[in-house]
């Protein structure tokens, strides 16, 4: 079992920023795939970043390139998500999420935290 918190949300105006943090408990943190993703009201959760095991590899959907970054901390057993100039359309509950292997860019995780909110108004 892993287990996550979610820290960092709140109310932003749009063009702002954001950090996300997650800690993780329970097996070896390193063994993970760490992801964050994001749901918004009436809509499907959806993947929005990924790092892997030991942060060599990252991915991003489009939507959020060069405006948010993953990154993990393997000593402290974190993930951050640094969400910057944010938009209206980033409103969401925002996940963090852990898999064994490699990243998964669909909302296909093994293990969740509870979810933190993000408002981002106009």
């Known amino acids: 079992q892993v287990q996550l918190v979610e820290s960092g949300g709140g109310l932003v105006q749009a063009g702002g920023s954001l950090t996300l943090s997650c800690a993780a408990s329970?097996?070896?943190?390193?063994?993970?795939?760490m992801a964050w993703l994001r749901q918004a009201p009436g809509k499907e959760r959806e993947f929005v970043a990924g790092?892997?095991?030991?942060?060599?590899?990252?991915y991003y959907i489009d939507s959020v390139k060069g405006r948010f970054t993953i990154s993990r901390d393997n000593a402290k057993n974190t993930v951050t998500l640094q969400m910057n100039s944010l938009k209206p359309e980033d409103t969401a509950v925002y996940y963090c999420a852990a898999d064994l292997g490699a990243i998964v860019i669909t909302a296909d995780y093994t293990y969740w935290g509870q979810g933190t909110q993000v408002t981002v108004s106009s």
């Open positions: 329970g097996r070896t943190f390193s063994n993970y795939a």
């Open positions: 790092i892997n095991w030991d942060g060599s590899y990252t």
